[in-house]
């Protein structure tokens, strides 16, 4: 099974830019659907964004217009530009491969917005 390591959370002011990166273990390319889930302290976990193979994305409402998922599957490799970061922003972000119930977690990591 595939394994996923995230990394570039941080800690980041308000209004800033954030990278995330997943990389996987093995090929990416056939896996139809990916995403970033986060969770804050004390809340559900929520889904933010997904991709799919052919490039097609759906985002969490509250993050529209300033985040971007993407995915290099030459680099076996998920990404989330996150922009204008708000203190709501702050999580745990996790990447996933497959549909639920299928597929891999990566390990998370925080992304901390505050001044």
């Known amino acids: 099974q595939v394994q996923l390591v995230e990394s570039g959370g941080g800690l980041v002011q308000p209004g800033g830019s954030l990278r995330l990166s997943c990389a996987a273990s093995?090929?990416?390319?056939?896996?139809?659907?990916m995403g970033w889930y986060r969770q804050a302290l004390g809340k559900q976990r929520e889904l933010v964004a997904t991709?799919?193979?052919?490039?097609?994305?759906n985002y969490l409402d509250s993050v529209k217009g300033r985040f971007t998922i993407s995915r290099d599957n030459a680099k076996n490799t998920m990404y989330l530009q996150m922009n204008s970061l708000k203190p709501e922003d702050t999580a745990v972000y996790y990447c996933?491969?497959?549909?639920?119930?299928?597929?891999?977690w990566g390990q998370g990591t925080q992304v901390t917005v505050s001044s």
């Open positions: 991709i799919t193979s052919g490039g097609s994305t």
């Open positions: 996933k491969t497959g549909p639920l119930g299928f597929g891999s």
């Open positions: 093995g090929s990416i390319f056939s896996i139809k659907i």
